[in-house]
């Protein structure tokens, strides 16, 4: 498994932008799909952004499209969700997750490791 640890998260008004990183550890790092999840209070957890391996496949949920990016520098073992445009419904805790192979997934039991989050809060 990989370990993850995610940072960059913050308290920002509506408008504003956010990059959030996350550092992984373990060899097979650049063999990951990685992907970013969120959860907002009393709802489910839900898809965010995911990238391949090779970063030449990416997925948005469609409510973050155009907003965010999702990219990765395996030189670092990171990954990073650059978000702009921020909304207060973009609140929530985020969490970095990684696939035990290099194809990316929309669907939170296909990845094996997960970070502990951080909190993005968006004020309007």
């Known amino acids: 498994q990989v370990q993850l640890v995610e940072s960059g998260g913050g308290l920002v008004q509506a408008g504003d932008s956010l990059r959030l990183s996350c550092a992984a550890s373990g060899r097979t790092f650049s063999s990951n799909a990685m992907g970013w999840f969120r959860q907002a209070p009393g709802k489910e957890r839900e898809f965010v952004a995911a990238?391949?391996?090779?970063?030449?496949?990416?997925y948005y949920a469609d409510s973050v499209k155009g907003r965010f990016t999702i990219s990765r520098d395996n030189a670092k073992n990171t990954v990073y969700l650059q978000m702009n445009s921020l909304k207060p419904e973009d609140t929530a805790v985020y969490y970095c997750a990684a696939r035990d192979i290099g194809n990316p997934s929309l669907g939170e039991n296909d990845y094996a490791s997960w970070g502990q989050g951080t909190q993005v809060t968006v004020s309007s």
């Open positions: 990238i391949s391996w090779s970063s030449h496949k990416t």
